[in-house]
């Protein structure tokens, strides 16, 4: 076959956003050699586009924060799907991961005493994100990235996986390239983390970069482990809408919690109308008092707009089916109206949200401190993931990790704004320290040449095919245009089988994609490659939102609209089966234990 | 927000109302003027090759106003040519990927509408000159990498509080996150002649990395002391202030004045200032 090089760490991490880092980081600090295999440079994964913040119960803003609330909060967000010993160890140990951070240099806004400021974000009781301004992301990936270079972790940048090895039920490392030569690499490790990120890339309107194709969730699954929740993606409320370039680019919730609000295009303040009956007790009564609520009040509750995300995008796709919607297919986001409560408004919105006044001022030429913006949901994170042990990370696959959006656990039917940049500190941390134990008593072993030969086979076929193939850029357009029609924000039986359908069609088109060109830094290859990921998450998530008839968090069917308590005992898992199907299951939810039902019931 | 606020609702409606409507009709209205729906022709010049050499490819397309340089590379690269390389990531002016020459400035592709370009010419995009082409419009960036590790780590003081936790004043922490917004899009190296044209990548860290340094050595917990290596190690002098890198900072960082500066004036400080080697030498003979 064609060459290929061979590296050798205990423990090899792929992917570097923040998940990735931390558990590089954590890995490291144990002794063992780290490789980190991102397929972009150093410092550019998804994790910079983070805005609002790291929900950390630390209680520097309102004494009244608690691990306990934060676990509640969590889990209410999440349905009661959540896998609740994450959720437990996520509230218990965030505040110590941020102030972690700070040791390493991150500097995130203070409270007037010099303390880490945390604001408001949806879903959450009590202001509790850390953050700085409105690039907390930023901050943080660059923080973990400025430390985890001086902590001997051998980087691999611009390196795609196309494969994980396996050894008898044993993952003992991966198989992929460099984007830049289009050279074969062989990582033998003692185990592997995936922090991969999400699939933002199956649909049309997404926030998600080229990166976002499902890799993580697709090596997992044809080595064998288990996805779990898949049908649970969620839909930001509030991406950008115009000009078309620009469409589905993140509006942060930020500019929500800073007490802006949604208006439809007759003037009315819609959030109002419908609001979950399990959140009533938390949220306002008037628009007073949401306002205070936004301005630090205490004894004031949160306005609607920052109820759940899953609430707030389909309170918007309402408000434009019903013909309420901005010239542009959404609904107006208005910030500027708070010129009427601050005297120095406007100074006030460019310092609280900096990145959001420049990137409507440049992309859009609106000025969001005199002008509305034009937001509507977009496809923004997965719920769903490998399904991990909650202490140790580690998949349904032996040696095999999983950290950040694409493990499954922790958020459950929705994730709430300001969790995943905890969960990815949280649980980088322990994917990185299991898989540094498990490295040390499992090492490397032998190596299946004709895997190998397989895989590369595979990947260099699109070359043979070269312009007798259809280019990859057009599967993978089609691709995103049936998922955001069929399987998007409003689900339907008939649609999703029309789906699964298409996908098959889709499949056999992506096996018969050609490539122009050499190997070399080639983003026609590199899309044809990634195409079997994204086709294979996208199947999962379509088998699994056709089994959960009820409606439920980040998924909505519109042939069963309501909660059905019938549906809140499982979560839905997916297998590769014999023979290569896909296979469906629901896996019991077990009992939450008595301490952990009793803080439920006391924040009710 | 002046106009008085009708409502069709008795719903709470506190600010917004149709005087956001108004106002937000307004600014579609105006956005979609400024992204001239029509569509109409550019050509766009990009440089096509390796590292053993290339030249200037024409591709003519369909293109509107509302559209970034980055959009029309990609609809080349879907429809024209499917192995155009280049690099991007967020699309957002966040992450610092798709930094190039267009018409000869540095800029990010995706932060560049093409409203802002004269369209009646061709649009050259080029790779940044300073680093070595690997394909296309993209070049080998790693020295930037390897040139940060040369920096010295930070290194805080003791925890404040009993709990391990600091206390900083935000007026402090404000004046270190204008160097914390660098996106490290590479951009100011690019411009910079000591790198371009000198190519003294292995005598100077470039701007970039000194408004790294100048974050560290300004961060308000940070103790350690780069004076001597930001002299030596990182060539610190080669900078005579052109300012040319401040000029294409996409994040617009006021990286000669805030940054370069005080730093030079901390090594003045320390090597050059004739009082303090006297009193250097002095307290030396002492001892």
């Not at chain 1, 409320?237 to 919730?253: D, H, N």
């Not at chain 1, 406007?346 to 420049?358: E, V």
């Not at chain 2, 490290?184 to 701007?207: A, Y």
Request: net charge negative; with cysteine.
């Amino acid at each position: 076959m064609a060459g290929y090089e061979t590296v050798e760490h205990d423990v090899l991490v792929i992917g570097a956003g923040g998940a990735g880092l931390r558990a590089a980081i954590a890995a490291a600090a144990e002794g063992v050699s780290v490789g980190l295999v991102c397929k972009s440079l150093l410092g550019k994964a998804h994790t910079v586009m983070a805005e609002g913040g790291a929900a950390a119960a630390m209680g520097n803003v309102d004494d009244r924060d608690s691990w306990k609330v934060h676990f509640a909060d969590t889990m209410r967000g999440g349905q009661y799907l959540n896998n609740w010993r994450m959720a437990e160890l996520h509230a218990q140990e965030a505040p110590d991961r941020v102030r972690e951070l700070e040791a390493w240099g991150a500097l995130f806004d203070r409270t007037p005493d010099g303390r880490i400021l945390q604001r408001n974000f949806g879903g959450h009781r009590y202001p509790r994100l850390a953050h700085v301004g409105d690039r907390t992301g930023l901050e943080m990936i660059r923080t973990l990235q400025d430390h985890g270079i001086h902590q001997g972790i051998d980087v691999h940048m611009e390196v795609t996986v196309l494969t994980l090895l396996r050894d008898g039920d044993r993952v003992t490392g991966a198989f992929g390239y460099d984007r830049e030569r289009g050279r074969f690499r062989l990582f033998r490790a003692g185990a592997v983390v995936l922090a991969t990120g999400g699939i933002g890339r199956a649909y049309k309107i997404t926030s998600n970069s080229w990166e976002y194709t499902g890799d993580g969730h697709a090596l997992a699954y044809h080595a064998g482990a288990a996805l779990m929740d898949m049908e649970f993606v969620q839909f930001h409320p509030t991406g950008m809408v115009w000009p078309p370039s620009v469409r589905g680019i993140l509006v942060t919730e930020g500019v929500r919690g800073e007490g802006g609000v949604l208006i439809n295009s007759e003037g009315r303040r819609f959030m109002f109308d419908d609001i979950p009956e399990n959140y009533r007790g938390q949220t306002a009564d008037d628009a007073e008092e949401g306002w205070r609520y936004t301005q630090g009040d205490k004894d004031a509750r949160r306005p609607p707009e920052l109820l759940t995300r899953d609430h707030v995008a389909r309170c918007i796709v309402r408000e434009v089916r019903e013909g309420r919607g901005s010239p542009h297919g959404g609904v107006y986001l208005d910030i500027a109206w708070i010129a009427q409560k601050l005297p120095d408004a406007k100074a006030h919105i460019r310092k609280k949200l900096p990145s959001m006044y420049h990137q409507f001022k440049q992309l859009a030429e609106i000025d969001i401190t005199s002008e509305p913006m034009e937001v509507g949901p977009t496809t923004h994170y997965m719920m769903g993931g490998i399904r991990v042990d909650g202490d140790t990370q580690m998949s349904t696959v032996p040696g095999l990790f999983a950290a950040g959006e694409c493990a499954a656990g922790l958020h459950g039917a929705n994730r709430l704004g300001g969790n995943s940049l905890s969960d990815l500190l949280v649980f980088g941390k322990r994917a990185g320290e299991s898989a540094a134990r498990f490295a040390r008593e499992n090492r490397a072993s032998t190596v299946d040449e004709a895997a190998l030969e397989a895989a590369a086979r595979e990947a260099l076929a699109p070359f043979d095919r070269g312009t007798e193939g259809e280019g990859a850029y057009q599967v993978q357009h089609d691709l995103q245009e049936m998922m955001q029609d069929l399987v998007g924000i409003v689900r339907r039986e008939d649609e999703m089988e029309r789906a699964l359908e298409g996908l098959a069609a889709l499949n056999e088109r992506a096996a018969r994609v050609g490539v122009t060109g050499n190997r070399e830094y080639n983003p026609g290859w590199h899309t044809a490659l990634d195409l079997p990921n994204l086709l294979t998450v996208s199947e999962a998530i379509t088998r699994s939102a056709l089994d959960r008839k009820e409606s439920r968090g980040g998924h909505f069917r519109d042939d069963f609209p309501e909660k059905d308590a019938a549906f809140s005992t499982f979560n839905t898992v997916i297998r590769k089966g014999e023979g290569g199907r896909m296979e469906l299951g629901r896996e019991p939810i077990p009992p939450l234990p008595p301490h952990l039902a009793q803080i439920v019931e006391e924040n009710r | 927000m002046s106009a008085p606020e009708t409502r069709t609702a008795p719903a709470p409606t506190a600010g917004g109302g149709m005087a956001a409507v108004e106002a937000g009709a307004r600014a579609a209205a105006k956005s979609d003027r400024a992204t001239s729906s029509a569509a109409k022709t550019a050509t766009f010049r990009v440089w096509r090759g390796d590292a053993a050499g290339g030249g200037l490819v024409d591709f003519t397309l369909q293109v509107s106003d509302g559209m970034v340089v980055l959009d029309a590379i990609h609809q080349i690269q879907a429809e024209q040519a499917n192995d155009l390389a280049v690099r991007w990531n967020c699309k957002a002016g966040k992450c610092g990927s798709c930094s190039a020459e267009i018409n000869g400035m540095p800029r990010l592709m995706c932060m560049t509408r093409l409203g802002e370009l004269d369209l009646s010419q061709p649009v050259t995009v080029e790779p940044m000159r300073a680093f070595p082409r690997i394909r296309d419009l993209v070049t080998d960036v790693s020295w930037n990498f390897a040139a940060k590790k040369s920096l010295k780590p930070f290194k805080p003081r003791a925890p404040d509080a009993p709990d391990g936790t600091w206390r900083m004043d935000q007026r402090d922490v404000d004046r270190v996150q204008e160097f914390r917004k660098c996106i490290e899009c590479f951009l100011c190296q690019d411009v910079c002649h000591v790198l371009r044209d000198h190519h003294k990548h292995d005598e100077f860290v470039g701007p970039r990395l000194l408004v790294q340094a100048a974050m560290l050595e300004m961060h308000p917990l940070d103790t350690e002391d780069r004076v001597d290596d930001l002299r030596r190690a990182h060539g610190i002098g080669y900078c005579n202030i052109t300012k040319c890198c401040t000029k294409v900072c996409p994040e617009g960082i006021t990286i000669t004045d805030n940054a370069i500066i005080p730093l030079k004036e901390r090594v003045v400080d320390r090597h050059f200032d004739p009082l303090a080697k006297l009193v250097q030498l002095v307290r030396g003979r002492k001892r």
